[in-house]
């Protein structure tokens, strides 16, 4: 159990370490590639907010939110693989609040092919949220229960009587 448990943490923890350590590599100071994708969807959610809300929401910085994206991968992950339970909730958080902004599905209709992309994205990643979540469930299931020790057995003395 024990291998196996740790096998499986590696190897769901590796989808976000491998993706980290590449964002890593391609970081620089307009916050690479992925910067021309979360820029418009930034810009999408800003303005959503801005129109429910009434308030004028000013233009957010993509680079510390790739950096904290980033940060909160690479240590999440790492922390995941070792049994943490924070380094499943940082996960938690990166998954939180990256999905509904990277993959927003709701923004485009149905018949568009670009739907079922984000889509397919996006319930992967709440089955992502799930399998986080179950984790931290069972971590705290097994270290709440009462340890029970066992109690000593009575012996029985036999008397040899002669009649």
């Avoid at 999408?44 to 957010?60: D, M, Q, W």
């Avoid at 902004?101 to 092919?113: S, V």
């Avoid at 179950?134 to 002669?162: C, D, E, L, V």
Wanted: charged share 15%; glycine share 8%.
């Amino acid at each position: 159990m024990g291998f196996s448990s740790f096998l499986g943490r590696v190897l769901f923890a590796s989808l976000f370490i491998l993706s980290a350590w590449q964002m890593f590599n391609e970081f620089d100071d307009t916050g690479g590639p992925i910067a021309k994708e979360l820029i418009p969807k930034l810009t999408v959610v800003r303005k959503n907010l801005s129109s429910k809300l009434g308030l004028e929401i000013p233009n957010i910085n993509v680079w510390p939110v790739i950096a904290s994206i980033i940060f909160l991968k690479g240590v999440g992950g790492i922390l995941f693989v070792l049994g943490s339970t924070f380094g499943s909730y940082l996960l938690l958080l990166y998954l939180g609040f990256s999905t509904p902004i990277l993959y927003d599905f709701y923004n485009y209709r149905p018949n568009n092919p670009e739907y079922n992309l984000l889509l397919n994205d996006f319930i992967q990643n709440i089955a992502l949220c799930g399998a986080l979540l179950f984790f931290i469930g069972m971590k705290y299931s097994i270290t709440r229960k009462p340890i029970r020790k066992k109690s000593p057995k009575a012996k029985i003395i036999k008397h040899n009587t002669i009649i």
